[in-house]
């Protein structure tokens, strides 16, 4: 081996080695996407209306009150963006229970008590303190406390409201309606409705973080469970495990010693696939697994395209070493080719896609240049070296 | 081993029996695409789908039985084992997606909701232009590649195998009525970029036999092209189909779909560059140089 050779041997190994320090370990380096993990991934609107108009102001308090709920609900790295004039856009990665978390997001939680007349008397905007307790009957309830405004205000409701009831209401829809025996004049007071322990617990949530001061619409809102994203995990590498052994197989038993050097490349550019989604930080989603799996497909068509055309100058009775050099040459336009129109639809795809769809996109452009770099270095060195010490008789 | 052996197929002889049962397929696509339409999914046409998973086995009628309380009874439901489901329904609110659960609950078993996706009709607009652009944008830009790396010639016969091959899958889509989402989309995308390849191989491998075999008659060109490349398309072919089967197989529900546009378009993309594609380029030069069959050389130099 003279010494360039024995360079692009070293530097393969080392870009292999890079790929497996940066994937180690696997489950903390991949990140997963939310249809992996489980968690929501909402799309929320601003809309007028002639009450509440919408403007830059509105939208940045429905933010600020969105991301004050979150908080309070205890999800882990929670992504709240404001996308464009009127949109805002919400993941929460891992939560046990999405649609709830969901739910908690796109309330106004208006809170309003309201007289026999239907009239409203005060709101919740002068709420200080909400939180969720037990009454003498151990059943879930609300506590709240109004700041001095508010308490005043409450004092006047309750004062002339005596023997009659006070409606409470979240967004128009009563959720309890006690009668007054007498006037609270200390600002605070107990919701009793039909709660869970979980639905107080969100309703004081909404309440501490206050009404949203704008209308806000769901227009999309994909929430996947954990069970079903725990489930995907395992039959996606389930599916991508069985697609390699059958690919090994396949080219062993079709391509023999070429097959053995395939399967050999097959599995490097598995690792720089991962290695490369770990460096670059790149978020692995269900459709991403699938660019994998294709990959592995594809990963072969290379090595399958190198060794047919070796193989014919074999034919031709050219030497072991003079036949790999020309299958390469010949190989390599074809391979470069083939590659770059499905770069072109991986683009496409990249640019206009949406969510999940975009992990596929990145993992098979991740894949397609994984496997041209195995094609056209490994496999070349490869079979460089064999040829030194075997003859083509050996591979076919 | 060797799968083909060294036998020599007749693909120009029988072509127009290829070409026939393209058109038929494509003709029933597409009266099937007039007529009937695709269905698309939530993500384009909008509306809720919900998967869950009840605690003990129902049957497909008791689920349409409430959801008919709800006058939801034309939803779609898909039972994907004795006790999990896929519904998908109209626009309907959260506080009626309780509801309707609450009513399963009540009147079946308990479950769990394992999967829940809702798709306003802006957004499902928004994303059919989205896949729209993203169509066009791979359609043209794989087009201009092929223009400059190869002759005008190959560009326009490798949009007519691709469409050829897209029909086939959006046709067969709609004929089963099955749902069109983003996924299916970015299927067919793949196949767009990927089964180009299978033609521009043995086109390419025509355009060395060109240079070197002038003496040969140019059908026999194009015939040995293909026979050529035979083994290498087959093999490439089938290990890109036996990842797509697994997935199928073994990535559960969320993918199978998928995996089906993609092994429909493989198949379709396999077939059409050898027995469509290549055949084509024949009946190019028949048209266009009709008068000038002795000049065959002056089409033969690629552009490199």
């Known amino acids: 081996m003279n010494w360039t050779k024995t360079l692009r041997v070293a530097s393969v190994f080392v870009v292999i080695f890079i790929a497996i320090f940066l994937s180690f370990p696997l489950t903390e380096k991949i990140n997963l996407g939310l249809d992996l993990q489980g968690g929501s991934h909402v799309i929320l609107e601003c809309v007028d209306t002639p009450n509440a108009p919408v403007d830059n102001d509105m939208v940045n308090r429905v933010l600020e009150i969105i991301r004050n709920r979150i908080d309070q609900l205890g999800v882990s790295e929670p992504v709240i963006q404001r996308q464009g004039p009127t949109r805002i856009l919400v993941q929460l990665p891992g939560v046990e229970d999405p649609e709830a978390a969901v739910d908690l997001i796109g309330k106004t939680a208006l809170l309003e008590f309201k007289d026999e007349e239907g009239e409203t008397q005060l709101t919740g905007a002068h709420l200080i303190n909400a939180k969720s307790s037990f009454d003498q009957f151990s059943r879930s309830i609300v506590l709240i406390e109004f700041d001095k405004i508010g308490a005043k205000e409450f004092g006047d409701a309750t004062k002339s409201n005596v023997g009659k009831t006070l409606a409470i209401t979240l967004d128009g829809k009563e959720i309890s309606a006690p009668v007054v025996q007498e006037p609270i004049l200390d600002g605070k007071a107990q919701i009793t409705g039909k709660f869970t322990v979980d639905s107080a617990k969100h309703l004081a949530i909404l309440l501490r973080a206050g009404a949203l001061p704008v209308k806000v619409e769901i227009l999309e809102n994909r929430s996947i469970g954990p069970t079903l994203g725990r489930d995907s995990i395992s039959k996606g590498i389930k599916a991508g495990i069985v697609g390699l052994i059958l690919i090994l197989i396949f080219m062993l038993i079709y391509y023999k010693g070429f097959g053995l050097i395939a399967d050999f490349a097959l599995v490097v550019c598995m690792i720089l696939i991962v290695g490369a989604l770990a460096g670059l930080k790149a978020t692995l989603?269900?459709?991403?697994?699938?660019?994998?799996?294709?990959?592995?497909?594809?990963?072969?068509?290379?090595?399958?395209?190198?060794?047919?055309?070796?193989?014919?100058?074999l034919k031709l009775e050219k030497t072991f070493r003079a036949s790999i050099d020309a299958g390469f040459n010949k190989a390599f336009r074809t391979i470069f080719d083939a590659n770059v129109t499905t770069l072109i639809a991986a683009l496409a795809l990249f640019y206009f896609g949406s969510g999940f769809i975009k992990g596929f996109a990145v993992t098979l452009s991740i894949g397609i240049l994984a496997s041209m770099f195995t094609a056209i270095v490994v496999t070349k060195i490869i079979l460089e070296v064999v040829a030194v010490k075997f003859n083509s008789k050996a591979l076919l | 081993m060797d799968l083909i052996g060294k036998k020599e197929f007749n693909f120009i002889k029988n072509r127009k029996i290829a070409y026939l049962i393209s058109v038929v397929i494509i003709l029933v696509g597409l009266i099937s695409i007039i007529f009937q339409g695709f269905n698309f999914g939530i993500d384009f046409a909008g509306g809720t789908l919900v998967q869950i998973r009840f605690d003990k086995p129902v049957t497909t009628a008791e689920v349409r039985n409430v959801l008919g309380e709800f006058n939801l009874s034309q939803s779609t439901i898909q039972k994907l084992s004795d006790n999990e489901f896929v519904i998908r329904v109209g626009k309907i609110s959260s506080d009626q997606r309780m509801e309707i659960l609450n009513a399963f609950k009540e009147k079946l078993t308990d479950l769990k909701v394992l999967r829940v996706e809702t798709v306003g009709p802006v957004i499902g607009e928004n994303l059919k232009k989205l896949a729209f652009y993203a169509l066009l944008f791979a359609f043209i830009g794989i087009i201009l590649y092929i223009t400059v790396r190869f002759e005008f010639k190959f560009s326009i016969i490798s949009i007519l195998a691709l469409c050829h091959d897209c029909l086939i899958v959006l046709g067969i889509f709609s004929l089963l009525q099955k749902e069109i989402t983003i996924s299916i989309i970015a299927a067919v995308m793949t196949i767009i970029g990927y089964s180009i390849n299978n033609t521009i191989v043995i086109l390419d491998r025509l355009r060395e036999n060109i240079k070197f075999k002038t003496r040969e008659p140019f059908e026999n060109l194009v015939n040995m092209s293909i026979n050529q490349s035979l083994s290498r398309t087959i093999n490439t072919a089938l290990t890109t189909i036996?990842?797509?089967?697994?997935?199928?197989?073994f990535g559960g529900n969320i993918l199978s779909d998928f995996a089906l546009a993609l092994f429909i378009g493989m198949v379709a993309g396999t077939y059409s560059s050898i027995f469509i594609a290549s055949p084509l380029l024949l009946e190019w030069n028949k048209i266009f140089q009709k008068h000038q069959r002795n000049t065959i050389i002056s089409v033969k130099k690629g552009k490199k």
């Not at chain 1, 989603?285 to 399958?304: C, E, F, K, Q, S």
Request: charged share 15%; aromatic share 8%.
């Open chain 2, 242 to 249: 036996i990842p797509i089967l697994t997935l199928y197989f």
């Open chain 1, 285 to 313: 989603t269900l459709p991403g697994i699938a660019g994998m799996i294709l990959t592995i497909g594809m990963a072969v068509d290379a090595n399958i395209l190198i060794f047919e055309r070796i193989k014919e100058e």
